[in-house]
């Protein structure tokens, strides 16, 4: 079993609707959780962290659910720029090395 | 403020070169990773840098592959006798505490 699982996707949704991703991890000992976007051909940049409370910022909520090992970031009001590769990252034990998923696709289209 | 640098952008090669890629983290970030992301894949851990500790290998894929890091900052990645299977963009991040910048990337095509 991977370490960080992602649906691939694509997740395919028209301007204005609301979308939402999953992650797993296998590690419950998992301390600190982010999601990062990279666009095509680009690098990976900071989204943002994931809190034990949820946080939010703007149109994107991400959320984390430690029993049942998961977290979840939802956007809301999709724009055609949100078009990206999510990338879900797990620090297993409060160490340097994170475990990136392999990444979830959403295409916005107009 | 400047952001992790990377350097070539674009490597061409020929199988059997050798090849170095440079990467210039953001100043003052002691922590330093090198990645490897083939297309349409997910990042995958070659190396990790911390101060003066000694490097975590254990991502390299063979002996083929060797990093430095001199005085704490700028690093090398090397790369011997290139293979057809190392052809994927080489990513560098830097980090303060949790978060992890990333460079641009070099792009390395082995012919």
């Known amino acids: 079993r991977k370490e960080v699982e992602q649906d691939p996707g694509p997740f395919n949704v028209p301007e204005g609707a609301t979308v939402a991703f999953n992650c797993t991890y296998s590690n419950s000992a998992s301390q600190s959780f982010f999601w990062y976007r990279q666009d095509c051909r680009k690098e990976p940049k900071l989204l943002m962290s994931v809190y034990s409370s949820g946080n939010e910022d703007g149109r994107f909520t991400a959320q984390l659910n430690r029993a049942s090992q998961y977290i979840s970031l939802l956007i809301r009001d999709s724009k055609l720029s949100d078009s990206a590769t999510y990338l879900c990252?797990?620090?297993?034990?409060?160490?340097?090395?994170?475990?990136f998923g392999s990444g979830t696709r959403l295409l916005v289209r107009p | 403020g400047a952001g992790v640098s990377q350097s070539p952008s674009n490597k061409v090669t020929e199988k059997g070169k050798d090849v170095e890629l440079r990467c210039d983290p953001i100043s003052g970030h002691t922590a330093l990773y090198w990645y490897r992301q083939s297309l349409g894949q997910g990042l995958e851990f070659l190396i990790y840098f911390q101060g003066n500790s000694a490097p975590d290998k254990s991502g390299l894929p063979s002996d083929r592959f060797s990093a430095e890091r001199t005085g704490g900052s700028v690093s090398t990645l090397t790369i011997q006798r290139t293979q057809q299977e190392d052809s994927a963009v080489y990513l560098c991040a830097s980090s303060s505490e949790d978060t992890q910048y990333f460079g641009p990337g070099t792009r390395l095509t082995v012919l």
């Open positions: 990252v797990v620090n297993p034990q409060s160490s340097y090395k994170l475990i």
